[in-house]
């Protein structure tokens, strides 16, 4: 852990890459988009009024409230905004970043006087720790049931605070391993469908600030974090140690491009691959849902655990469509590409969209073993049937949205809220985020947003 918070603590910002601060600019831009979309959505005015019950010194903006809350407080309900669409960015195998990094690095950079330049540097050097921690564990393929982003993403939450409250590495390595005891999360809130899945990353938030603010007066934590006999790896990842995978090219290569994709539909990653696949075979086809006698999806055991269940919209029906592979096929089949307003409650219950439902089926199959690939077999009327291989979708690294696509997507969700930005004030915010790397201090920004 000495290694990870050194380059935390101590790398400059002049050594981030100029393609990783261009890519972190974009993270900024999409989760600043996803927040100001995601105000409204269920349990959100939750998160918000709760912290304005706890009240406390007016350090940091609630971003699209006003109110000014304590650091933690602020990351926390800000979180939960950036989270609850769950259109957020995400890297394999469910662990979103910038939803935590972005939203605590202007909380705490609000406090700071922060320029944007070294809130560009907090968030990639936070991601790049997370990244490595997050491919090391039992290979960055499962977290065996534990919640990927309140498991390895509290660590990347404290690296942001803590270099911008100037921790040195001594107290980096506390703020880390403090950030380790708050560690964990379930993904049964996602199969679930319980607001749980998007309070995680308020917690995520908020527990990753207060340990670099623990830190920085004095509080220490554990030191022996990741190979410890209770430690990270022993507790997360079966007692293996990658110390390649997590140190090789730390401190120059910084790996938020190659592994976070920036989602272009609003539905949770692991249905990505054939929702995307679906979409474009569909334009090019020109099949309808009149033509489609059955359609079976084929996708791995990982993901198939969290949204291959059949469809049920229970007690939060946004948050059950969000992780439902069967709901998000057939609304693709019935409206057309996915929207976010077809994940509002009253839109899930679409007659038919319901009525579909019947018609698709979502298998397990042993032999994909990413959720970045999958099959379509598509039975159309009269007897024939398609067969589709499907790969990585739209937005991740491998198949990467444009400068272009990312700004039509953040102006599309700053006018989604009860408290939208007009379409001056969201190319105001486009400039001053792409132009990041020379605004002298980051309240200009969130000026513009709280």
Same mark, same amino acid.
């Given at each position: 852990m000495?290694e990870?918070?050194?380059?935390?603590?101590?790398?400059p910002?002049?050594k981030i890459?100029?393609d990783v601060?261009e890519f972190?600019k &974009?993270?900024?831009?999409d989760?600043?988009g996803v927040?100001i979309?995601?105000?409204?959505?269920?349990?959100?005015?939750?998160?918000?009024?709760?912290?304005?019950l706890?009240?406390?010194?007016?350090e940091?903006?609630?971003?699209r409230?006003?109110d000014?809350?304590?650091?933690p407080?602020a990351?926390?309900?800000?979180s939960?905004?950036a989270?609850?669409l769950?259109y957020?960015?995400?890297?394999?195998?469910?662990?979103h970043?910038?939803?935590?990094?972005v939203v605590?690095?202007?909380?705490v950079?609000e406090v700071?006087g922060?320029?944007?330049?070294?809130?560009l540097?907090?968030i990639?050097?936070?991601?790049?720790?997370?990244?490595?921690?997050n491919r090391?564990t039992?290979?960055?393929?499962t977290y065996?049931?534990?919640?990927?982003?309140g498991v390895s993403?509290?660590?990347a939450?404290?690296?942001?605070?803590?270099?911008?409250?100037?921790?040195?590495?001594d107290a980096?390595r506390?703020a880390?391993?403090?950030a380790?005891?708050?560690?964990?999360?379930s993904f049964q809130?996602?199969?679930?469908?319980?607001?749980t899945?998007r309070?995680?990353?308020?917690?995520?938030?908020?527990h990753?600030v207060l340990s670099a603010?623990?830190?920085s007066?004095?509080?220490?934590g554990?030191?022996?974090v990741?190979?410890?006999?209770?430690g990270?790896y022993a &507790?997360?990842?079966k007692?293996?140690?990658?110390?390649?995978g997590?140190?090789?090219g730390?401190?120059?290569?910084?790996?938020?491009?190659?592994?976070?994709m920036?989602?272009?539909?609003?539905?949770?990653?692991?249905s990505?691959s054939?929702?995307d696949?679906?979409?474009r075979? &569909?334009?090019?086809?020109?099949v309808?849902?009149?033509?489609?006698?059955?359609?079976?999806v084929?996708?791995?055991p990982y993901?198939?655990?969290v949204?291959?269940?059949p469809?049920?919209p229970?007690?939060s029906?946004q948050a059950?469509?969000?992780?439902n &592979?069967?709901?998000a096929?057939?609304?693709l089949m019935v409206?057309?590409?996915l929207m976010?307003e077809?994940?509002?409650d009253?839109a899930?219950?679409?007659?038919g969209?319901l009525?579909?439902l019947?018609r698709?089926?979502?298998?397990?199959?042993?032999?994909?073993d990413?959720?970045?690939?999958?099959r379509l077999?598509?039975?159309l009327?009269?007897g024939s049937r398609?067969?589709?291989?499907?790969g990585p979708?739209?937005?991740?690294?491998?198949?990467?949205?444009?400068r272009?696509?990312?700004?039509?997507?953040f102006?599309?969700?700053a006018r989604?809220?009860?408290?939208?930005?007009?379409?001056g004030a969201?190319?105001?915010?486009?400039?001053?985020?792409?132009r990041?790397?020379s605004?002298g201090d980051?309240?200009?920004?969130?000026?513009?947003?709280?």
């Amino acid at each position: 852990m000495f290694e990870l918070a050194h380059v935390a603590a101590n790398t400059p910002s002049r050594k981030i890459p100029a393609d990783v601060l261009e890519f972190t600019k &974009l993270t900024v831009l999409d989760t600043l988009g996803v927040l100001i979309a995601g105000r409204d959505a269920p349990g959100c005015h939750a998160a918000v009024d709760i912290v304005r019950l706890w009240g406390g010194a007016r350090e940091s903006s609630i971003l699209r409230h006003g109110d000014r809350v304590p650091m933690p407080n602020a990351a926390f309900a800000n979180s939960v905004m950036a989270r609850a669409l769950d259109y957020d960015t995400a890297a394999r195998p469910g662990l979103h970043l910038s939803a935590s990094t972005v939203v605590a690095a202007l909380a705490v950079g609000e406090v700071a006087g922060a320029s944007g330049m070294e809130t560009l540097a907090s968030i990639a050097v936070g991601d790049d720790l997370a990244l490595r921690i997050n491919r090391t564990t039992n290979g960055g393929v499962t977290y065996n049931g534990y919640e990927p982003t309140g498991v390895s993403g509290v660590f990347a939450v404290a690296a942001v605070s803590g270099r911008l409250m100037e921790l040195d590495t001594d107290a980096m390595r506390n703020a880390l391993g403090i950030a380790f005891v708050r560690s964990g999360g379930s993904f049964q809130s996602n199969a679930d469908g319980a607001l749980t899945a998007r309070f995680n990353q308020g917690f995520t938030s908020y527990h990753g600030v207060l340990s670099a603010e623990l830190a920085s007066m004095g509080v220490t934590g554990p030191t022996n974090v990741l190979g410890g006999r209770f430690g990270y790896y022993a &507790l997360f990842s079966k007692g293996v140690m990658d110390e390649h995978g997590l140190l090789d090219g730390l401190g120059s290569e910084f790996l938020g491009p190659r592994h976070i994709m920036i989602k272009k539909w609003p539905t949770g990653g692991l249905s990505l691959s054939p929702v995307d696949c679906l979409t474009r075979m &569909l334009e090019e086809s020109k099949v309808s849902s009149g033509d489609v006698d059955e359609i079976t999806v084929f996708i791995g055991p990982y993901a198939y655990g969290v949204v291959g269940r059949p469809f049920e919209p229970g007690r939060s029906p946004q948050a059950s469509a969000q992780f439902n &592979l069967q709901y998000a096929i057939a609304s693709l089949m019935v409206r057309g590409p996915l929207m976010l307003e077809h994940y509002e409650d009253g839109a899930v219950l679409h007659d038919g969209v319901l009525g579909f439902l019947r018609r698709v089926h979502v298998v397990e199959d042993p032999s994909i073993d990413t959720e970045f690939r999958s099959r379509l077999s598509i039975s159309l009327r009269g007897g024939s049937r398609v067969e589709v291989e499907c790969g990585p979708p739209r937005g991740h690294p491998e198949n990467p949205m444009s400068r272009d696509e990312v700004i039509e997507k953040f102006m599309r969700n700053a006018r989604r809220s009860s408290r939208p930005l007009d379409d001056g004030a969201a190319k105001e915010v486009v400039g001053r985020v792409l132009r990041m790397e020379s605004m002298g201090d980051v309240k200009e920004l969130v000026e513009l947003l709280a």
